[in-house]
């Protein structure tokens, strides 16, 4: 039996239930084409949710949902790593499992601190916005200690699972910086971080998941106001 | 010539606090595992040079030193260590199941953690009915998991198991102190019998907290949240 028979035999029926504006959901994408996996996509309305992601993800409601064989795996970082133990080819983890620990606490680091840092940074105000500019510049020193001396975070010349990661930040930080007036990925502050950025958009099917740059405009500018009222209705 | 055979000596060591239900995560994996390793105690309002080292991010415990390499994270910790030490395992070999567990731990950190600990144990008025009605929402969703199962990992201690654990003891603390019963039998049956089964297990009942310095723990910790306390 040839490869390419072997994997489709093997893929069965793959659904990513998303939204092509979420990062969380391009990071699926993204990993699902790196290993060849092909797929339907459901595109939601999140303002208007399907019945099948509210069955699929009741807990959470929300996506990424990936549908494998009728079995739902919901939240970005545990489908990653679904994903990279259902087709073992083109290794998103590496072997090591101290290794492996260490792209897990990146990645956690990465979410919690850099992702949730830029995204208060965008949308809060006033002397909020400095200290959250300032604690995701923070945030940012150590990922440009980490990329240091390699074209990718996965140390070698194939994209890994933490640069999947830290894919938001080619396109997604940018459309936040600029609909939030803030700067946090500075060329000069984070050499090599930018160039990691440059490098990583670069790969064909990295550009082909990415949504249209003023879609992303326009759900930020519709974010920015949607979080600043919910803020301003709390006190 | 003979080959000689030479076993090298590992060298595990566990930062963590005597109170800290993450790092009584990675007493109970380890020892469920069989594990040998040494425990140093870290008084966190007075950092050890070496956690600092060790955890310069987050300069937290546990942390976690095999044979010279730092782990740290709790859950990232118990995934190193199962697949490091692949007896008793912690996790399923089907993917699915072990996304499902994957799924479960996280929640529990990211929602039950917040909304019983962040929610009702240091809020009062209507913040802390937010928190208890957000957990009874969370808890709902943990009954409806644990449902016909021993163990959230199946007939055997899993991650979930692990990560929800301080449940298991912390809980019953916390509801003393706020007054408020969380896991009540009536409308978590699951769950409350989970709690027994749990508590009681092997290695795992011989591992708790001294409860009534537990207690005073956090209880100082919630007067001093509300403003009441003297702070540190």
């Given at each position: 039996m040839g490869e390419v028979q072997a994997l489709q035999n093997t893929m069965g029926e793959v659904k990513v239930i998303g939204s092509s504006k979420s990062l969380f959901c391009t990071r699926v994408e993204w990993a699902l084409k790196l290993k060849g996996v092909e797929y339907e996509y459901l595109e939601e309305d999140l303002l208007n949710k399907s019945t099948l992601l509210l069955q699929h993800?009741?807990?959470?409601?929300?996506?990424p949902v990936l549908v494998h064989n009728n079995k739902p795996v919901a939240e970005s970082l545990v489908i990653l790593e679904y994903i990279d133990e259902t087709w073992k080819?083109?290794?998103?983890?590496?072997?090591d499992p101290h290794e492996r620990a260490m792209a897990r606490f990146w990645a956690k680091f990465a979410d919690e601190k850099c992702l949730m840092g830029a995204f208060m940074a965008f949308w809060k105000e006033g002397e909020e916005k400095e200290k959250a500019i300032e604690s995701a510049l923070e945030s940012f020193t150590f990922l440009e200690k980490q990329i240091q001396?390699?074209?990718f975070f996965s140390g070698d010349d194939n994209i890994g699972y933490f640069d999947l990661v830290m894919g938001w930040i080619p396109l997604w930080l940018n459309v936040m910086e600029e609909v939030g007036g803030m700067?946090?990925?500075d060329p000069q502050k984070f050499p090599s971080l930018h160039e990691w950025a440059q490098n990583f958009n670069e790969i064909p099917l990295i550009k082909d998941c990415l949504p249209p740059r003023d879609a992303l405009v326009n759900y930020f500018n519709f974010t920015v106001n949607y979080n600043r009222s919910m803020a301003e209705a709390k006190q | 010539m003979d080959e000689m055979k030479y076993s090298m000596a590992e060298e595990i060591k566990v930062f963590r606090s005597w109170s800290s239900p993450f790092a009584l995560r990675i007493i109970w994996a380890l020892k469920l595992k069989g594990v040998e390793f040494d425990t140093i105690y870290e008084d966190l309002t007075n950092k050890s040079p070496l956690l600092l080292q060790y955890?310069?991010?987050?300069?937290?415990?546990p942390v976690l030193v095999h044979n010279g390499k730092v782990i740290c994270e709790s859950l990232v910790i118990l995934e190193y260590i199962d697949e490091t030490w692949k007896q008793n395992p912690l996790l399923p070999e089907d993917p699915h199941q072990k996304a499902n567990a994957r799924f479960w731990a996280k929640f529990g950190d990211d929602k039950v953690m917040q909304s019983?600990?962040?929610?009702?144990?240091?809020k009062e008025g209507k913040e802390q009915e937010e928190g208890f009605a957000a957990s009874m929402e969370d808890l709902k969703y943990l009954e409806e998991e644990i449902r016909g199962k021993k163990f959230f990992g199946g007939e055997t201690i899993g991650l979930a198991d692990i990560a929800l654990g301080w449940l298991a003891h912390y809980l019953d603390i916390f509801e003393e102190i706020v007054g408020l019963k969380l896991i009540d039998q009536e409308k978590f049956p699951s769950l409350a019998a989970w709690k027994q089964e749990f508590t009681n297990a092997p290695i795992i009942r011989e591992n708790w907290p001294d409860r009534d310095k537990l207690v005073t723990k956090f209880a100082a910790m919630r007067e001093a949240n509300l403003g009441k306390g003297t702070p540190k």
């Open positions: 993800n009741p807990v959470h409601k929300k996506v080819h083109n290794s998103l983890l590496p072997e001396g390699k074209k700067k946090l990925d | 955890n310069p991010i987050h300069k937290k415990v019983i600990g962040g929610g009702v144990l240091l």
